[in-house]
């Protein structure tokens, strides 16, 4: 019997790990063969574009752009694959923080005129589910948080290892200066 995947996905600070866990530990309570997934796999070797990336060392987001950024976090998740795969495969349900949704709106939103978004949209889905070929989610559950009080979450995060003891990466910067201009 094939699994189901779930992704679980928002804004930055909406609480994607704690109801990542809380669902993982929810299945599992009720007998559930479960596996999780979290993306990006900071510290694994198919996300040290990504780190590279979200500590700046490839310049500004814009600077790197929606495309390149986009190709980066694809490795990494194609690099999961193969073991999301062979669990649902396994009949396990396999819960994801973060998943293509998340480079769809992070990328998207970098881009100015719609009609390239939706070039990059299409793009984006090819590159992802057609040519590297990974799982389609079966649900992916959306969380929002207004950017204020995602920030402050973020914030007390603490320092972070993918960021070198940072509390932000280049994307959640990103998004604060775009709420002081909304």
Known sequence: MKGKFIVIDGTDGSGKGTQTQLLVKR???EGHAVAM???PRHGQRSATLVDDYLTGAFG???DVGAYRASIFFACDRY???FEMKKQLEEGK?????RYVSANMGHQAGKIKEISEVDKF????ENLEYGIFDIPKPDATILLYMPVEIG????DKK???DYVGGEKRDIHEELWTLVSKII
């Open 93 to 97: 349900i396999v819960i994801s923080n």
């Open 158 to 160: 603490g320092s972070r």
């Open 27 to 29: 299945l599992e309570a």
């Open 60 to 62: 500004t987001a814009e």
């Open 151 to 154: 920030q402050q979450l973020v």
């Open 79 to 81: 690099a999961a694959s």
């Open 37 to 39: 997934a979290d993306f």
């Open 121 to 124: 949209l299409i793009w984006l």
